[in-house]
């Protein structure tokens, strides 16, 4: 294995995925002055936080051990130069003269994924757009979007969590992995987005399209995220609606009101399976999962995205985290998702053509 590649392999192993260094021309263009900034208003006299944004990052959820809450200018150059010696490889056409690769999969020239994650992976990085940098927020080059608690990890999750991802596992002995649609995770069915990258909270997924557009009106806001086309309607307004209990719509029931300049958005009623459908982030959460995010322009190229984690049901203690939106100086085009979600009824077929094959075999 070359030097080069492996070194960033150990570098993607504690959760710094990226994509190309940005030039320091660029870097200059965006470093925002507050001074000659002014804030933007719409009619109605609020911050205008429209437009198309991206939460694209190298900096992972939680903080690795033994890393301080902000890198320092060494670290984050090792960081991002790692990332961009990977990306050399990953980017280099692929040969048209070699083997294929053994069935499970080897991380081989510029394949995309790995053994352990268990497929034989893509021929290059190309539809690949995990981000560029280290995450800035208020100047600081932090090492995770994590931050309170101090140490920057998601808290332990309370016995009755514990007991809950139990229960989780023995219902689900009961079918195979294959045997219904609903046994499929819900990217996969084209529900939702992939990890937390809807929200809330609106996290980046470290795989692509972690691009937002949004919509404001004197009564709503409107995000768009590009993963999975998933569209949150925030109404505006003094007082929450309250749902009842069962009523729990896809990523929640969210009241946005602005606290000054900052717009503040509130959410409950999340559906159990899409609390469960954090992946690496939220093994299993309770009903009452609640969230409180707050968005806040900080510059001309910068939104400030700010979240609580509200659960003791399942953590115990509240947790929450700050990432920067960045300005997406391009457009946000739709995902279609499967174009009909053909794979997926594919998929079902060739697990039911594996039982027949089997049976044959048996008998």
């Given at each position: 294995m070359p030097v080069r590649l492996a070194r960033t392999i150990a570098l993607l192993a504690v959760g710094f995925a990226t994509l190309a260094s940005t030039a320091p021309v660029v870097?200059?263009?965006?470093?925002e002055s507050r001074e000659q900034w002014v804030l933007p208003?719409?009619?109605?006299?609020?911050p205008d936080i429209q437009g198309n944004w991206t939460n694209a990052t190298i900096t992972p959820v939680q903080r690795s051990s033994g890393v301080g809450p902000v890198l320092t200018?060494?670290?984050v150059a090792a960081i991002e130069g790692g990332r961009q010696e990977f990306l050399e490889e990953g980017y280099a056409d692929s040969d048209p003269d070699r083997e294929?690769?053994?069935?499970?999969?080897?991380?081989?020239?510029?394949l995309l994924f790995d053994a352990a994650s268990g497929g034989t992976g893509g021929y290059n990085q190309f539809w690949v757009d995990a981000g560029d940098r280290v995450a800035i927020f208020n100047g600081e080059h932090r090492s995770s979007l994590v931050t309170s608690p101090e140490d920057g990890r998601i808290p332990a999750l309370t016995p009755a969590a514990q007991r809950r991802i139990g229960d989780t596992f023995v219902r689900n002995r009961q079918f195979g992995e294959f045997d219904n649609p609903e046994n499929r995770p819900l990217p996969e069915r084209c529900l939702m987005s992939f990890g937390s990258n809807g929200g809330p909270p609106m996290l980046p997924n470290y795989f692509y399209n972690n691009n937002y557009t949004i919509v404001q009106t004197p009564s709503h806001i409107m995000i768009m995220t590009e993963m999975v086309h998933d569209v949150r309607i925030i109404p505006l307004s003094q007082t929450r609606q309250v749902f009842p209990e069962h009523i729990r719509p896809w990523m929640g029931n969210s009241w946005g009101r602005w606290e000054g300049?900052?717009?503040?958005?509130e959410t409950t009623n999340l559906p159990i399976e899409q609390v469960?459908?954090?992946?690496?982030?939220?093994?299993?959460?309770?009903?009452?999962?609640?969230?409180?995010?707050?968005?806040?322009?900080?510059?001309?190229?910068?939104?400030?995205?700010?979240?609580?984690?509200?659960?003791?049901?399942?953590?115990?203690s509240e947790w929450g985290g700050e990432v920067p939106?960045?300005?997406?100086?391009?457009?946000?085009?739709?995902?279609?998702c499967h174009e009909g979600n053909y794979s997926l009824e594919n998929i079902l077929r060739g697990a039911r053509a594996e039982e027949r094959e089997a049976e044959r075999i048996r008998n």
């Open positions: 870097l200059l263009a965006q470093a208003r719409t009619p109605e006299g609020l200018p060494e670290q294929a690769p053994p069935a499970g999969g080897v991380f081989s020239g510029n300049d900052t717009l503040v958005v469960t459908a954090y992946s690496w982030l939220v093994p299993t959460g309770s009903e009452n999962f609640k969230v409180i995010e707050r968005f806040t322009r900080a510059g001309e190229f910068t939104l400030n995205y700010e979240f609580t984690v509200i659960d003791p049901d399942s953590y115990e939106f960045r300005r997406l100086d391009g457009l946000v085009y739709e995902y279609a």
